[in-house]
């Protein structure tokens, strides 16, 4: 008989993590007495920190009025609410939220709308989807077909759909030539987009889906200018849609309420999840324009798709309160001036390190890139598990941070990213720096020695 410490189906299957008992602020506390700073949100979830006080109040509010009533039959005044919150200017022209509990579930929400509006406006040839490489849409296998996370995918490739294609991400540090400006860098990738309509023929292409800001797989990536303008003006040339997945860089990460409006360009469908409920409860949403609603609504009259917790009474209520949070304490210009501050801090400390290549990242998203050799931006040996180094050294250090492995191509780089909670102090933020700084040390001298 196998020995056993859990029947918990844990993330690793040959240890228990340590339980956490409470947190408070950007603090977790486990049940071994440790106190470990939040410093990436989880996976840039809880942007409120834990057990904000507003967030609980109002979580037990809706309890204590309505638990759970199912779409089919019900709306509710929370879901009502938060919809009006998010798209009742019509951001960019977006203009109704559909509910779900997470990231992967908005985008598949958003695939199958995509394809259903060009059914019910006569083209149903448009079946293809052009992503890019170095991307996460999710882990549903929809969601996973549309990600070019090559290690994610790779065990179910089989499984994925061959309606998705990948292009070369907008990804400066490996991917833009020596002596290529950065318009120059835009106009090629450019010109593979539309190599890649071409090739898949124009009239057959549903959408083009990309992260304004890559998050997990490669470490807060962000495209150089004019790059998402000339995404938007390709999927306009051609009729195609344009989806951007915000569901870690979206509801304030990058110091705007949505990434697009720093890219002055709009979607017509957005992903967003994280951010939006702050971990208070499981929440995701599609966000769509009203030309795509208006076509449905005049056809075939409802969107052929659904979950059983859509639009959950308790979900909706905790994201109503986070947003409501982060507009009545301005916390958008917070995250803009900590974000300066977390730029600043990771450039005095690993600006000139010899094993960190890049330093990149928007608002309060930002990741360090680890290198063996800054010269030739080569990757560390992936045997070394140097990620997986650096996020236990951290833990020790008191410190949550979310490394990831396979930057580069899926095999290949490490990074370390962080998305500090939107709450934090000045103090705070140093000191995150500071213990990733001596956990990053620690793990190299072991590494080189």
């Known amino acids: 008989m196998s020995t056993r410490t859990s029947r918990v189906l844990h993330r690793s299957l040959r240890e228990t993590p340590p339980k956490a008992i409470g947190g ?8 071994d007495g440790r106190r470990v700073i939040d410093a990436s949100g989880g996976a840039a979830v809880s942007c409120l920190g834990h057990q904000h006080p507003r967030v609980i109040a109002a979580l037990a509010e809706q309890a204590s009025t309505l638990a759970y009533a199912h779409t089919a039959f019900f709306s509710s ?13 019509e951001p960019g022209g977006l203009a109704y939220a559909y509910f779900v509990s997470g ?3 908005a985008i598949e929400a958003s695939i199958k709308l995509a394809r259903q509006y060009f059914i019910e406006r006569g083209e149903p040839q448009r079946r293809h989807f052009i992503a890019r490489r170095q991307s996460y849409h999710g882990n549903t296998l929809g969601a996973l077909a549309a990600g070019g996370n090559a290690w994610r995918r790779e065990p179910y490739a089989p499984l994925l759909s061959g309606a998705f294609s990948h292009v070369t991400p907008a990804f400066a540090y490996h991917e833009k030539h020596d002596n290529e400006s950065d318009a120059a860098f835009v106009a090629r990738l450019a010109a593979e987009l539309e190599a890649e309509f071409q090739r898949l023929g124009p009239d057959t292409v549903a959408a083009f889906l ?12 962000t495209a150089p200018d ?12 051609h009729g195609a849609l344009l989806i951007l997945d915000e569901v870690m860089c979206g509801m304030g990460r990058t110091g705007t309420t949505h990434a697009w409006q720093q890219e002055g360009i709009a979607p017509d469908i957005q992903a967003i999840a994280k951010g939006l409920g ?9 966000l769509a324009s009203g030309k795509i609603i208006d076509t449905i609504r005049a056809g075939s009259g409802a969107f052929q798709h659904g979950h059983t917790y859509l639009a959950h009474p308790l979900a909706c209520a905790a994201a109503l309160a986070v947003q409501n949070v982060i507009r009545e304490d301005g916390l958008l210009d917070q995250i803009k001036e900590r974000g300066k501050q977390l730029e600043q801090r990771l ?63 899926g095999v290949r780089g490490d990074h370390v990213l962080l998305a500090p909670p939107y709450i934090a102090s000045a103090d705070e933020i140093d000191l995150i720096v500071d213990k990733l700084g001596t956990a990053v040390d620690n793990v190299l001298r072991s590494v080189n020695h």
Request: aromatic share 10%.
């Open 77 to 89: 005044e929370a879901a009502e609410q938060l919809a009006e919150t998010l798209v009742g200017s």
């Open 226 to 237: 004019g790059y998402f303008k000339a995404v938007r003006e390709i999927c306009n040339r």
């Open 103 to 105: 990231g992967s579930e």
């Open 278 to 286: 702050g971990g208070y409860q499981p929440i995701g949403a599609m």
């Open 210 to 221: 990309a992260e304004p800001v890559v998050g997990a797989t490669a470490g807060a990536v």
């Open 347 to 409: 450039t005095e400390r690993f600006g000139n390190h010899r094993h960190v290549g890049d330093i990149r990242g928007r608002g309060l998203f930002w990741a360090i890139e680890l290198v063996a050799d800054r010269a030739t931006r080569t990757s560390f040996d992936p045997a070394l598990k140097l990620h997986q180094k650096i996020k236990a050294a951290a833990f020790a250090e008191g410190l949550g941070c979310y490394p990831g492995g396979g930057t580069v191509d």
């Open 24 to 31: 408070e602020g950007v603090y977790l506390f486990a049940e």
